[in-house]
């Protein structure tokens, strides 16, 4: 069964640009996660979803980043324009949604610069 | 909120030996899960291991370890036997039974050297 997919898995945009991640969860997983990593620190979620319902966005720069997850699968996540300080690694997590299996799985990432 | 903290930025340990990592977390939730994920520089995250709190045993994946403390809001990751591969970065994480929202620390760079 194919995992998390990720694209694509390096971007290089300059700043004011506008740019689209794309993630395609497990089948069947409910739950999606969008984080967003700097070098060397630990994931911050940006969105999670439940099936097409963006449950927690609380973290989310509204003022630049959009998401959105049509028919609670594919989920894309835009920024625009871009900063110098959006350039992290952007992860895409899926999960179940069940109790007993709450694992999440995380893609490849993509690592974008912006110059 | 939940926050979860990892205190050691980096360990090295020698091929063979034991490692331990350790994470504290603070929250008012009763109930929840505890990971430990393993991200290597090829960069994709892989969980490692998972304690329900429920559950007073400590959980075990082969080599892999964990020791529980619900009291003390401690979950610690003991790596046995370490090897080559086990060089990553070690994330600790919290979820939240109610509405699975997974919150990370912020990382500890394990290097096991030969």
């Known amino acids: 069964e194919a995992g998390v997919v990720q694209s694509p898995r390096y971007k290089i945009i300059e700043k004011k640009q506008p740019v689209a991640f794309w993630c395609n969860p497990i089948s069947g997983h409910n739950t999606l996660y969008w984080y967003r990593q700097n070098l060397g620190q630990g994931p911050e979620l940006l969105i999670r979803?439940?099936?097409?319902?963006?449950?927690?966005d609380s973290q989310l720069p509204k003022d630049r980043f959009s998401a959105e997850r049509l028919k609670g699968v594919d989920s894309t996540l835009k920024i625009q324009p871009a900063e110098l300080g959006d350039s992290a690694v952007y992860l895409c997590a899926s999960s179940s949604g069940e109790p007993m299996n709450t694992e999440a799985f995380f893609g490849q990432g993509t690592r974008l610069t912006v110059v | 909120a939940q926050t979860v903290t990892q205190s050691q930025p980096e360990m090295s340990v020698q091929e063979a030996e034991t490692v331990t990592l350790s994470c504290t977390y603070d929250t008012s939730e009763s109930n929840y899960y505890l990971f430990w994920y393993k991200q290597p520089p090829s960069r994709q995250m892989i969980l490692v291991i998972r304690?329900?709190?429920?559950?007073?045993q400590n959980a075990t994946e082969n080599r892999f370890s964990v020791n529980f403390q619900k009291a003390a809001k401690s979950f610690s990751l003991k790596i046995s036997d370490s090897q080559l591969g086990d060089t990553a970065m070690y994330f600790c994480?919290?979820?939240?039974?109610?509405?699975?929202?997974?919150?990370f620390g912020k990382g500890t760079l394990l290097t096991v050297n030969p």
């Open positions: 979803y439940e099936n097409e319902e963006a449950v927690d």
């Open positions: 994480a919290f979820m939240k039974w109610s509405n699975y929202k997974l919150t």
């Open positions: 304690q329900e709190a429920y559950k007073q």
